[in-house]
């Protein structure tokens, strides 16, 4: 009974890119093309496209929170020698709640300048902080006595990933307070987060394997 | 004439972990935004969301019956060397069940508060035994005569596996005669099969490739 | 400006692979839950679901149509050393056709009980009709002085599936005529032949690599 | 700090294949199957189908479109030994805009016969542009100090591809304004453009691996 893991990690790797791929790109359903009767009523196709933007800046704000999350799966994945059974099923956890970001989406989309935004908007950070916890989970399982990692790494570099992954549980609570408080304050600070995150200067910070 | 099998399984492991990726991402398909007019009547957004529950219940179980599904598949698939063309038509029947599994689940959500629970609850049972039985053709048909097998599987694992699957059917026609007398009984029974496969004290007992 | 092919398949495999599983999985979106109305107007779920037949019907025919093309892809492409760019426009043709079935089949789905049912079965056995011509196309232009053919592949290999193909077009003029007679008859016939090429007993006359 | 950029494409290029197979095949949800009621009161199913022409323009045309850049992404990619953050972003944001074509096309469908066709057409064009000019960063990135680039491909290469890409936006920019004039003419040429690369004749001209 003891662990002999399988030993690759390439057709977990494609369903991973197949499930995020898929909830990237329908991500695209949530921006509508605006019926005619809804541009006679807006006074013309372009104000009736302009009052869609809360749909245009999910889209925007989900694409880039899916993309970087997709990089960091990438990358992540460099570091593991292979697979097993619970790691697979804390992977598809992840999966999971990747995939309910689309919904997430059309859901602050709907409500963001409704009274309720704020519940709305704590959905999504609430969401965002269940994937950040669950990154965590999938590197330390991984991790743990080095049981799926590649003989290569080496433990400073699990050790700096996990100690920038715990800034990101307690950046998500702060959104779901803020959320809270202002519905476009927390989703915003959610969407600053992706920014900087996909910004040039700080490519260093993200998750590297070793060379 | 003789059977000279195409010597690779890679494709039609692409192919699979396409559509099983596909399958399992659509799903969220099935979870609504609630209208502003929804929300309304049913006095605020938070009511609102808490009425779709049957959506969420089925997503959340949909989701981990096709994730150790296609687990399932992905172990199964190390165990073949090559696939021939009723392989293939085998695997397509597998995927175009596990394709409706969406549209099941959807049915599920629809119908589980109505009188007519049974009905939906039953479609999703029979479907899970149809898939249980598929598999396990999918195996006999490679394991005949080891004619699609690595040289390396053994027998006894093959054995092992096929004794296990043996208690798959009598489960689903289970759960169907349970859906019959109670829907949630019958839906609960599915989920709890693919929550005792995900669960980390059994990943033993699940197929593994020998090694 | 010699003819100098890119050297590999796998990308254009891959994103084949990728159209075909999004078409064939989406097929399922043609199967609809019955609203909660519609099954108290059929006096049950039972009646409604029943109602729908001709979505389950066409869900099944397609899907095997689609899953017989993807087969003889997947086997087409192992004649295949390389690609250029006119094959790779061939094949985007090929896909695009392919990607039209879920439509062609909702709309046989919907109207085939209605008196205009000839025209959307028409619609269908068209489509159907030009997807095999440009399988033709594929194969000729490929084998066209051996332009695109692994070494290994003989010459014999190309001719015995091109005299294969060479009854696919007339099937399918004949499934137009019949269609326009009869709907039933006509896509009748479009799923007899891709169970035809289902059935095990035949299996040794569908496309083979040369081994 | 030093640049050492992860060592392969192929995860990054399958992600890409991912998204854009996506994008392609979900256009075909832009055609609509005409209802019972549309038909009857257009007098017909046939003229209830050829009322929806621009349905069937947008699909060919954004088909088309779709799989040049797919071409054109994967003929790219050969030039490129890896990736790093900066590019993965710039990929990002190409995808994204990809992603949003199925978007563009409904919406001129929807109102090229409207009198406010212009608006609808002007959007496409500009996400042409967008996309055009975004291919352009993406090599210009990877080239700058050949910082991605295979050792084997040759500057003049690069010089060729940049020389040609030059043309693209500028035809795009003019397509806006045509649009602005007339919303057919500016669509047109976009589908010109589009049918251009795809004629056979042009094949050498678009970017092609050193060999």
């Excluded at 709907?110 to 704020?118: C, G, I, T």
């Excluded at 290569?152 to 950046?171: H, K, M, N």
Aim: proline share 4%.
């Amino acid at each position: 009974m003891a662990d002999t893991p399988v030993k690759d990690t390439a057709r977990t790797e494609a369903f991973s890119d197949g499930v995020i791929a898929i909830a990237i790109t329908i991500l695209a359903f949530g921006i509508h093309v605006p019926t005619r009767e809804e541009s006679e009523a807006a006074g013309g196709l372009l104000n009736a496209l302009a009052y869609h933007w809360p749909e245009y800046f999910g889209y925007f704000t989900s694409f880039l929170v899916i993309l970087i999350m997709w990089i960091n799966h990438h990358r992540l994945f460099r570091l593991f020698r292979c697979v097993d059974h619970n790691f697979l099923i804390i992977n598809g956890l992840l999966l999971m709640c990747v995939s309910l970001i689309p919904f997430a989406t059309d859901l602050v989309a709907e409500y963001l300048r409704q009274p309720e935004a704020n519940i709305a908007a704590m959905v999504y950070c609430v969401l965002s902080l269940v994937i950040a916890l669950l990154f965590q989970v999938l590197v330390r399982y991984a991790a743990h006595q080095r049981r799926l990692l590649m003989p290569s790494v080496r433990d400073e570099t699990i050790a700096a990933i996990l100690r920038q992954y715990r800034f990101g549980p307690v950046i998500y609570v702060v959104s779901i307070v803020l959320a809270a408080l202002d519905a476009r304050v927390g989703i915003g600070l959610i969407g600053l987060i992706a920014l900087y995150f996909a910004l040039p200067s700080h490519r260093d910070e993200i998750v590297r394997p070793t060379t």
